[in-house]
């Protein structure tokens, strides 16, 4: 009730200026930001860019879309975004928070009642997560009901929504997907989690309607593409099909090859197969080429061959440059390889290079952090402090990343960070693939502008 309180307010606001997309072919998606992080609101179809606006003075944005397709678009407010479904015709207004960004979205006005009950299932699956890690101990029937319960909780709140308003074909496969795709990942995870809860040495037998759910996948379907809970599922199900494929044809003694590179091939293999889709297909190859190479990290002949065979595969270039970006950085992140000389500002925004920073008889080690990941952030800084005691002969260097400016500046002043140990990382993409940052425990050691490890964990290396 309070978020359908506060979206009526701002409805009430908006109306005059939404009017003119009732009845017609055109969409108005406008909104307010509350502690905003950014200057701009950025709208993207897929991974296409659609438009931007800029905050006026009361943190308002909108825009007025001539002749769009119906379907799933995501707006991004650095560094934060979400997905929001367009029809034709919808005068849609968002309200958020971004100190609670998900938590905080409210919609309002005409096209409102598919949004909320997409962020209402997101938020639900998230809150989920913590009892669903409690089952994988279960029997697999056990755990199959209780999945199914949660799944039919869902069901029946769309139905009870779809009596009262009038959706879409698309609209209505797009919030039935959202419920049935979080649900299958749970199911294609059960098998590995289970083993792992309970130290059985085999996968669990599983009965045959366990997966029965599979028969009616669509391996294929465009319009969920860029769908997170879709493609998440997609990426469970080639590694669960790849890991059982392995098993009953590699294995020795019930146990499959334990070699990345083999399990990636398997999984290459069964994209190519199975996934038709030219877009879905090349998302799918890039994804397997980056888990492979960003897990292995080692340069080899065989993962140059990998990454042949990653290109013979895909039709996607942009997708070709980055994996042969991502292993040069993985190269050029070996012991006793220069630490990359990389830009970074410092509080006084000035440019400071990373090769600079790690110049010094100390040990350096390079760790990251962001304020979207606000328990990450408080989390780190209270390692820091205690690595620093520790090892007082290290210089420990935070990286700041996907933060404002601004922000990152007022951070450091509300944390009281030291302003000589921390630097903020504007090109996001140039650190993450000259550092390899894929996860925000990685770290960095390096001693006189020399990589001691490129690929360390701020709490397992040191």
């Known amino acids: 009730m309070v978020r359908f309180l506060l979206g009526l307010t701002l409805l009430s606001t908006f109306v005059s200026c939404s009017d003119s997309s009732e009845n017609g072919s055109s969409v108005f998606f406008g909104g307010e930001i ?39 678009y995501h707006f991004d407010h650095t560094p934060e975004l979400q997905y929001v479904y367009l029809s034709q015709g919808d005068s849609l207004l968002a309200r958020l928070n971004t100190v609670e960004f998900d938590e905080s979205l409210v919609y309002s006005g005409k096209g ?173 190859f890039r994804n397997v080429a980056m888990d492979y190479l960003l897990r292995e990290h080692n340069p080899s002949e065989e993962a140059a061959v990998f990454i042949d065979k990653f290109k013979s595969l895909s039709t996607n270039e942009e997708h070709k440059e980055e994996i042969d970006l991502l292993y040069k950085g993985i190269k050029n992140l070996q012991p006793n390889t220069t630490v990359p000389n990389i830009a970074v500002k410092n509080f006084d925004d000035k440019e400071v290079s990373l090769k600079d920073l790690a110049n010094s008889k100390k040990n350096t080690v390079f760790y990251f952090w962001t304020a979207d990941q606000k328990r990450h952030f408080i989390n780190v800084n209270k390692h820091i402090t205690s690595l620093e005691e520790k090892y007082p002969h290290y210089n420990f260097v935070g990286i700041n990343l996907r933060t404002n400016f601004s922000q990152w500046k007022q951070l450091m002043d509300d944390y009281k960070l030291d302003k000589n140990k921390q630097f903020f990382g504007e090109n996001f993409k140039e650190l993450q693939m000259a550092m390899i940052i894929d996860g925000l425990n990685k770290c960095v050691i390096a001693k006189d502008t020399i990589v001691v490890d490129g690929f360390a964990n701020l709490y397992t290396s040191l």
């Open 34 to 72: 509350v502690n905003p992080t950014s200057d701009y609101v950025v709208l993207y179809h897929n991974d296409s860019y659609v438009d931007s606006v800029k905050l006026d003075d009361r943190n308002r944005f909108s825009f007025q879309l001539d002749d769009i397709q119906d379907g799933l």
């Open 112 to 284: 409102s009642e598919i949004n909320n009950f997409l962020m209402e299932v997101f938020l639900a699956n998230e809150k989920e997560e913590a009892i669903i890690d409690g089952y994988y101990e279960l029997p697999p029937k056990d755990f199959g009901k209780k999945i199914d319960s949660l799944h039919a909780l869902k069901v029946e709140n769309l139905e009870e929504l779809a009596m009262d308003n009038v959706f879409s074909p698309t609209a209505l496969a797009m919030a039935e997907a959202s419920i049935d795709y979080n649900t299958y990942i749970n199911k294609e995870k059960y098998p590995f989690y289970h083993k792992k809860e309970t130290g059985e040495e085999t996968i669990h037998e599983l009965g045959e309607d366990f997966y029965g759910y599979r028969k009616n996948i669509d391996l294929n379907n465009r319009e969920l593409t860029y769908f997170r809970p879709y493609f998440d599922f997609m990426k469970w199900h080639f590694g669960n099909m790849s890991y059982m494929t392995c098993l009953k044809n590699c294995s020795t003694n019930k146990k499959p090859v334990s070699d990345r590179l083999h399990f990636n091939k398997h999984k290459l293999t069964l994209v190519d197969s199975l996934v038709k889709q030219t877009e879905l297909r090349d998302i799918l």
